[in-house]
């Protein structure tokens, strides 16, 4: 009978992470909060609910399962969004300036952060979204560096909400600056943090600035993969003579999976396994709601004072990043 009950609150724990992600997804349609997106107005109504209602403790397996389990398969579904194909066809040119992009984001925030006396884990999450690929690019490297959930929620959500607000800086300098539609669309792509902000800032440019834009940011996101093993050979030669259950560093396995996706994606289906845009839009979507429902799991464990006391010069150590990064990517197209 116990198990069954567990079973059931099991259960209602990942339904509850998908009911707020509905209720982030019907306010991202309203006006202000259609230009921040699902993502972040699912963070946050969830960091509200822990503000006003508490942590749901009798759901909390279900909801760390979200967290957890459904982010990895997010981040492995997430593969097929990159064609390795086009990047190593048409983006290996692309691919130098993305590897300055992250090297430097990641590295001038951290320093700016460093000067700030900011949190240095957030402050390495929003390094490394600003840097890559936004949400997914945290989601990937949090367990590696092991952030904390409420950490890893607090750097997607000012992620999502400061993209979105460069995406739009963009649109409105596009008339501005003298570059080529092409030219703005490199801009655009190895600059913006998400993949959704590129295409807002790239698409009215026109169809071959977008183009152009989406590759360059491919080569960003593929270059995710060779970041993360970075990063757990710095941390395991951190924990060195740490005790062994306290340095052991998990290999993270759904890297794997995500490579995998990306070379079925790339080279089979389509191909050898023919499918319609429509299921590839499928997996898109269901790819958004897994990992709006592991954000929601690891909004729930966000406490708005500390988000007010730990956030704030993080916020601002990424947001000099990503101005001065703007300014470098505009001289390196």
């Known amino acids: 009978m116990n198990d069954r009950k567990s079973s059931v609150l099991w259960i209602a724990g990942i339904g509850f992470t998908f009911f707020i992600a509905l209720l982030g997804f019907l306010l991202a349609k309203l006006p202000g909060f259609n230009h921040i997106g699902q993502l972040a107005s699912a963070i ?7 503000q006003f209602f508490g942590y749901p403790e009798v ?6 399962f979200s967290s957890k389990k459904l982010l990895r398969l997010a981040i492995i579904l997430y593969g ?5 194909d086009i990047v190593f066809k048409d983006g290996l040119g692309l691919l130098a300036r993305d590897a300055i992009v992250i090297a430097f984001a990641i590295t001038v925030t951290v320093l700016i952060a460093k000067w700030l006396k900011a949190d240095r884990m957030i402050s390495l999450l929003l390094g490394v979204g600003t840097g890559v690929c936004g949400a997914a690019a945290i989601a990937a490297v949090a367990p590696i560096v092991k952030a904390k959930d409420e950490d890893t929620a607090i750097g997607v959500g000012i992620i999502a909400l400061m993209g979105t607000v460069f995406a739009i800086g963009y649109t409105i300098l ?5 570059l080529l539609p092409t030219e703005y669309g490199i801009w655009s792509g190895i600059s913006l943090h998400e993949l959704a902000h590129v295409a807002i800032a790239a698409a009215p440019a026109g169809e071959d600035a977008l183009a152009i834009a989406l590759l360059a940011k491919l080569g960003r996101v593929f270059l ?3 970041l993360c093993f970075i990063f757990i050979y710095f941390m395991k030669r951190k924990s060195k003579g740490a005790e062994e259950e306290q340095s052991k560093i998990e290999f993270p396995w759904f890297l ?23 299921f590839m839009d499928g997996v898109s979507t269901l790819t958004t709601w897994l990992l709006t429902a592991a954000m929601v799991g690891l909004g729930l464990n966000v406490s708005l004072k500390d988000l007010r006391e730990r956030a704030m010069k993080p916020l601002i150590a990424m947001t000099i990043t990503s101005v001065m990064l703007s300014v470098l990517a505009y001289f390196i197209i």
Do not use: D
Request: aromatic share 6%.
């Open 59 to 64: 759901l909390r397996k279900g909801i760390t």
């Open 80 to 84: 097929l969004k990159l064609n390795i």
């Open 174 to 178: 596009r008339p501005i600056v003298p």
């Open 256 to 278: 794997v999976g995500f490579i995998a996706l990306s070379l079925l994606g790339s080279y089979v289906l389509g191909h050898s396994i023919p499918v319609t845009e429509g």
């Open 44 to 50: 946050i109504i969830a960091v509200a609910y822990r």
């Open 224 to 226: 995710l993969v060779p």
